[in-house]
């Protein structure tokens, strides 16, 4: 149980274009996701909560307008980079809770994105 | 916000023997500590988490161990086997926040 799918797993695409990641709970409900960063050889790093039917909570220094989140359902958020430049490819993963503070987090597969 | 130190940066251990990571935080207000297994390219694997109410548990060669008091916790593998070898992440968490991630240890287990 508590499974988390992330679309598409790789990305490849031109500078500039825009990007939709989407995460899926795909057997419970998830009132809350995440989504978090992770370049080459580094940690992850939390970019956004994402609560349904409210705005995303972004981390100091992600830009909410480069990072579009949204939740609408509680099965469903997506993220599109907007205008994703070299610097914005990276590796993208998802995560999801099923409520309850103690609840551990149940991660997608991830997106790696790369910009050409 | 929530800063969590996680050393070693590597760690090499002959199988066989036992491997420690150790971790420390920042909020005294987190209250919920995982340790995940991520392999190269892949999602982070839970391998054990520990709640602030608590301060030890141990599932078969893996044990955690937290003090409150000093903000820290420790991850413990014994009897290392090869397919040990990846990078660990501590994390740390308080409330329904968004997990803070240490820097990573990975860890070589020699034959």
């Known amino acids: 149980g508590a499974v988390v799918s992330q679309h598409p797993s790789w990305v490849i695409c031109k500078s500039g274009t825009s990007v939709k990641i989407e995460c899926r709970s795909l057997?419970?409900?998830?009132?809350?996701m995440f989504w978090y960063r992770q370049f080459p050889k580094q940690s992850l790093m939390l970019m956004a909560t994402s609560n349904e039917g409210s705005k995303a909570t972004y981390e100091q220094g992600v830009e909410k307008d480069k990072f579009l989140i949204n939740h609408a359902s509680l099965t469903l958020s997506t993220l599109t980079v907007t205008s994703a430049h070299p610097e914005d490819s990276s590796f993208y993963i998802c995560?999801?809770?099923?409520?309850?503070?103690?609840?551990?987090?149940?991660f997608g597969d991830g997106t790696r994105l790369s910009i050409l | 916000g929530e800063n969590v130190e996680q050393h070693p940066s590597t760690l090499s251990v002959q199988e066989g023997d036992s491997a420690v990571i150790k971790c420390t935080y920042s909020d005294s207000a987190s209250n919920y500590f995982p340790w995940y297994k991520q392999e190269l390219g892949k999602r982070p694997q839970l391998i054990i988490d520990i709640r602030s109410n608590v301060g030890e548990k141990k599932d078969q060669r893996i044990a955690v161990t937290l003090n409150k008091t000093a903000k820290h916790f420790s991850l413990h593998i014994t009897e290392t086997q090869p397919e040990d070898s990846a990078v660990y992440f501590c994390?740390?968490?308080?409330?329904?926040?968004?997990?803070?991630f240490g820097k990573g240890t990975h860890l070589i287990i020699q034959p």
């Open positions: 994390a740390a968490r308080g409330g329904a926040d968004g997990l803070t």
């Open positions: 057997d419970f409900q998830a009132t809350t």
């Open positions: 995560s999801a809770i099923t409520g309850g503070w103690y609840q551990p987090q149940h």
